[in-house]
């Protein structure tokens, strides 16, 4: 037996004996242990790719305490979720450190059935809570919701960009939890902006993050409103810090899991469970020359944009640039320049939306809901409205906190910001009058180009940055298919 035992071993490098055991640790066998209970008859096992990301997800939990479950839409996680729940109160229970509080999970009202479904085939004991009763603190459910999420031992949140607003409610009750462990689900996470990105970290908890990190989340504490001023080797680094936290699988990812076993993906009925192909194409909105004339009038107007709508607080250099050797004129150029280009920006983006988009960004929704004839319920938040932000804080500058004296007179002085104001105001308002002079000859392409597609697939999902397009778009299809059937 000896003989036969030293005949197994063998001498390899060190780089080999760590890849062996990266590999154990992302393939995720050591955890089986956790995952193999005994399942009922009919039951789907786990796809081998939520296996891994369970597996990943527990390695994390056990070394860093949270963890950031953003895999791509479509790749179980719900049913990954309800299995990894599970699988760590049963940790929990083996090494004895059960306390009063359970595992309970705040997730959409939508898919809170789901997640009940899965929880129960997987045999987790889970609580599943609605967003909505976190957030209405009128209903009868507040108070209990409230008490059961602050004292969860582990607490998962699904949908977790849905938190990231800490004047919310709802975002100041997840904050307070005492769970040992914190689980979010999300989409992809590592993209947004400073902003979210710190609050992300501040929902897994801050205990383990890096000095730099901690550093620039104490200035988001001290300074909410200047997070978007970071510099991108800080954005960079704070990705990077998230990373630890973070079981994140693309689609290509994915569909190489899939192809080394793919009898191993199917559903319920059988069916292969993959990513289909995705085949760019591009179209054509044959716009006039007259709507090319005025979109590029429009442009050139946003050259004359100061962007003082963009600028509602005092400006400051904040202490992580500062101890990056920023000087305050360089900051100053760039937030001066930045606003510039935000401005043109905004006009530009909303109008290649729709018109109706560009309308909404310079006189608010309820207005361009109106004009467009809109029922009143297809936007529930207001946005835009530049024109009347302008209107509205005219005279009255947002003031600047830096030392050097060669800051514009119309951050500081009433009477230059008011000019300043105007002067932006007044060319919003040759904007929307171009704005409204142009056909809806583009979007009536793209309403046909969506009818055309419906004749010859099953199902056409639509995608715009605007809600107020695709409500549109919706409108202008619904009348075009009622036309057709006249006819």
Known sequence: MIRLLQSLLQWVTWQEALARACSELLEGQWAKDYLDAQPFAGDKPLWPSQQQGIAQALWILETVGSVLVSDATGSGKTRLGAHLLRAVMDRIWRFGRIRRGRAVLVAPPSVSRTWQTEATLAGAQLEVRSHGKLSYRLGTDHDEVVEAVRRAQVLAVDEAHNFLNRSSARSRVLLSNMADHTILFTATPINRNAADLLRLADVLGADNLAEETLDAFEDMLRHPNKVGVMTEHQLESLRAELRRFTVRRTKSMLNALVDESPQLYQDVQGKPCRYPKHLPETYELHESSADRQM???????????????????????????????????????????????????????????????????????????????????????????????????????????????????????????????????????????????????????????????????????????????????????????QKQERT
């Open 295 to 481: 979109a590029a009038e429009i442009r050139a107007a946003t050259e004359e944009l100061v962007g003082a709508a963009m600028v509602a607080q005092p400006v400051e250099l904040p202490a992580s640039l500062r101890r990056e050797g920023w000087t305050e004129e360089k900051f100053l150029q760039s937030r001066l320049t930045g606003i510039r280009r935000l401005s043109t920006h905004l006009v530009m983006s909303t109008l290649r939306s729709s018109r109706c988009a560009l309308v909404e960004h310079l006189i608010g929704t309820s207005a361009a809901l109106v004009e467009f004839n809109l029922p009143s319920d297809q936007k529930r938040q207001a946005t835009g409205n530049v024109i009347g932000k302008l209107e509205g804080r005219a005279g009255t500058p947002p003031g600047s906190k830096l030392s050097i004296a060669n800051v514009p007179a119309w951050l500081t002085e009433p009477e230059e910001h008011r000019k300043v104001c105007e002067a932006d105001a007044a060319v919003y308002r040759r904007i929307l009058q171009l704005a409204r002079s142009m056909s809806d000859r583009r979007e009536m392409q793209k309403v046909a180009l969506l009818a055309k597609l419906t004749k010859k697939h099953v199902m056409v999902v639509t995608f715009d940055s605007r809600p107020i397009s695709l409500a549109m778009l919706r409108v202008q299809l619904r009348e075009l298919f």
